[in-house]
């Protein structure tokens, strides 16, 4: 048997992508004195950081609980979120004078720009003795002796530790890649299978044709599906439906089953018409619907119904009702990784220790971030993962 053994490196440890999750570990690994090379094919670092929060970067969210995530092991994720959590990012913009705000419940968004983040994380990095290998593309890694060898487009890289930070496969045009899949194969650790989350739907026939129809327009709206409802803002687009409350449930959604729409949250749809019968007889169902919802929707939803009130029998009332207030919709699939914000699915967390986020059976070797069967809802959870993954992968590694 061949015996390999690691050359003389001027690195103790690789971190693959300078993401959110390899960046904050390659500054906790160097800051306890550890030479750190981190190799990215990206032009620059940190570019999924940049357009997150259209700009603004939603970087956590302050309730948070395993709930807000969707893993095999839904409590994996728990010892790191706690050994980082919300305040001790917070903790580290307020150090670098970097204001944010509370925009929704819970979701801390920056004043400025995600760009400061960025900067910050790269200044920490440079100051921490990080060297940032970008333009370089890995095609791989192995074990080499106790250690292992990356294997580069630009030369290989062999250390004794190696973490494992090159994220999901959303957005490929963004660089993803599945590298950290494929490496995780090579050290035979099993991958749960990866789907698009947080993604748009998509719908065919008639009900695309509804949808696009009514393209731009957003109101909120329930979706449920899988047992699990979201409330949030409902876009009507040309392929079918998105904005918050369809990417949550996109995260949920399993292909061929139906999700439950309700687009009177807040009414009881067959009690507000009934009662608008009596009251208003002579009233239009378009224009009563026009009170709660936009004026073109409610126009698609009262077709062929150009009657007054009155005139309209109760079991067609009754029909119209159950279409507002449980619409049983089947989506044709998800718009894919083209558009997805993130992957669901990854490597395995049964095989990694919860505490280190190192692979239990070797040493040295930690997967972190979005390439872990670790998936946040929408609101500042999948940052705060990568974040909390790669401080807990940087101490311990
Ligand atoms: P990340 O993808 O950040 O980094 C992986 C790195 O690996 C990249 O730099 C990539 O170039 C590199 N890489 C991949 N393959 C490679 C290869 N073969 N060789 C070399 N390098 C390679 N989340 C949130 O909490 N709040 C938000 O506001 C948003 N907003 C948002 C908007 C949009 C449009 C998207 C697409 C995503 C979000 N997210 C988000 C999700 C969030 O951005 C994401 O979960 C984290 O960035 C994941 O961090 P990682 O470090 O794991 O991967």
């Given at each position: 048997?061949?015996?390999?053994?690691?050359?003389?490196?001027?690195?103790?440890?690789?971190?693959?992508?300078?993401?959110?999750?390899?960046?904050?570990?390659?500054?906790?690994?160097?800051?306890?004195?550890?030479?750190?090379?981190?190799?990215?094919?990206?032009?620059?670092?940190?570019?999924?950081?940049?357009?997150?929060?259209?700009?603004?970067?939603?970087?956590?969210?302050?309730?948070?609980?395993?709930?807000?995530?969707?893993?095999?092991?839904?409590?994996?994720?728990?010892?790191?979120?706690k050994g980082y959590s919300p305040y001790d990012f917070m903790a580290r913009l307020d150090l670098h004078h970097i204001r944010y705000e509370e925009k929704e419940a819970g979701q801390l968004f920056c004043q400025g720009s995600a760009k400061e983040i960025v900067a910050m994380l790269l200044q920490e990095a440079t100051t921490a003795g990080v060297v940032l290998k970008m333009g370089h593309t890995v095609h791989t890694a192995r074990a080499l002796g106790d250690g292992y060898e990356v294997l580069c487009k630009q030369g290989n890289y062999q250390t004794p530790r190696l973490v494992v930070a090159s994220g999901g496969l959303s957005i490929p045009k963004m660089g993803a890649t599945?590298?950290?899949?494929?490496?995780?194969?090579?050290?035979?650790?099993?991958?749960?299978?990866?789907?698009?989350?947080?993604?748009?739907?998509?719908?065919?026939?008639?009900?695309?044709?509804?949808?696009?129809?009514?393209?731009?327009?957003?109101?909120?709206?329930?979706?449920?599906?899988?047992?699990?409802?979201?409330t949030h803002q409902l876009l009507f687009t040309?392929?079918?439906?998105?904005?918050?409350v369809a990417l949550q449930a996109s995260s949920y959604w399993q292909r061929g089953r139906a999700l439950l729409l309700n687009l009177l949250p807040e009414q009881d749809a067959l009690a507000l018409l009934l009662a608008a019968k009596q009251g208003e007889p002579r009233l239009q169902v378009t224009t009563l619907l026009s009170r709660y919802l936009p004026k073109r929707l409610a126009q698609a939803l009262a077709v062929g119904l150009d009657a007054p009130l009155a005139e309209l029998p109760d079991q067609r009332l009754k029909q119209?009702?159950?279409?507002?207030?449980?619409?049983?919709?089947?989506?044709?699939?998800?718009?894919?990784?083209?558009?997805?914000?993130v992957t669901a699915g990854g490597v395995d967390t049964a095989m990694l220790s919860s505490k280190t986020m190192?692979?239990?059976?070797?040493?040295?070797?930690?997967?972190?971030?979005?390439?872990?069967?670790?998936?946040?809802?929408?609101?500042?959870?999948?940052?705060?993962?990568?974040?909390?993954?790669?401080?807990?992968?940087?101490?311990?590694?």
């Open positions: 048997m061949e015996i390999y053994s690691v050359k003389p490196s001027p690195y103790d440890l690789s971190v693959i992508g300078a993401g959110a999750a390899g960046l904050v570990c390659a500054i906790e690994a160097a800051r306890r004195g550890l030479r750190v090379v981190v190799l990215d094919h990206a032009r620059q670092a940190g570019e999924k950081i940049r357009i997150s929060g259209g700009g603004r970067c939603n970087f956590t969210n302050l309730s948070l609980s395993p709930d807000n995530y969707i893993s095999h092991n839904p409590k994996f994720c728990l010892s790191a979120l599945d590298v950290g899949l494929r490496i995780a194969r090579q050290f035979k650790l099993p991958v749960v299978e990866t789907r698009p989350a947080l993604c748009p739907f998509l719908f065919e026939g008639g009900l695309q044709k509804m949808f696009s129809s009514l393209s731009g327009l957003s109101t909120p709206a329930t979706l449920t599906t899988g047992g699990v409802s979201f040309h392929r079918g439906l998105s904005g918050p119209l009702a159950n279409q507002l207030n449980g619409w049983s919709l089947t989506p044709a699939g998800l718009e894919g990784y083209r558009t997805a914000e190192q692979v239990k059976a070797r040493q040295g070797l930690c997967f972190i971030g979005e390439v872990v069967d670790v998936t946040g809802q929408l609101g500042g959870y999948n940052l705060q993962w990568a974040w909390s993954s790669g401080v807990a992968a940087g101490r311990y590694i």
